[in-house]
């Protein structure tokens, strides 16, 4: 079974990343303001860039975000910048969880918490569609092995 970024994720991502954008952007301003003019040609650029990345990286990193399950281990990538490639075995897997924040309900997102001998993985923003089937599948795996 393959799973995914759900398609309104990068509208979650958006979301998220706007709200500390504008605070950076209003300290920026707020310094360039106090010290005058010494600050003003980083407080422009600096907003620029912050709106560059609020466009480019949400869409990116969740067109990045893919994976499937084939009933013995979870393999998935994920990543805008650096790709972080999971292998998770289900002889490994100890606990799986979904939650969700009000935001990611409101756009039909989940997120799957993978804990495994070793450590946890998340996969954020999961079509909600697909984490339900995804989650069925791992406890139909689970009582397989049991």
């Known amino acids: 079974m393959e799973f995914g970024a759900g398609g309104r994720a990068a509208w979650v991502l958006t979301l998220w990343l706007l709200p500390p954008a504008f605070l950076l952007m209003a300290a920026a301003g707020s310094l360039a303001a106090f010290f ?8 422009g650029p600096a907003g620029g860039i912050l709106c560059l990345l ?10 990045s ?7 013995g281990a979870i393999r998935a990538v994920k990543g805008a910048w650096w790709k972080k490639e999971l292998f998770i075995p289900m002889n490994a897997l100890r606990t799986f969880e979904f939650w969700d924040s009000p935001l990611q309900k409101a756009f039909g997102c989940r997120t799957l918490v993978i804990r495994f001998a070793g450590g946890s993985a998340l996969l954020p923003l999961l079509d909600a569609g697909q984490a339900a089937r995804l989650s069925e599948q791992l406890q139909r795996a689970e009582e397989d092995e049991a």
């Open 36 to 43: 005058g003019p010494a600050l003003w040609w980083a407080a």
């Open 65 to 71: 975000l893919h994976g499937y399950f084939d009933g």
């Open 54 to 63: 609020i466009v480019w990286y949400p869409p990116r990193y969740t067109s």
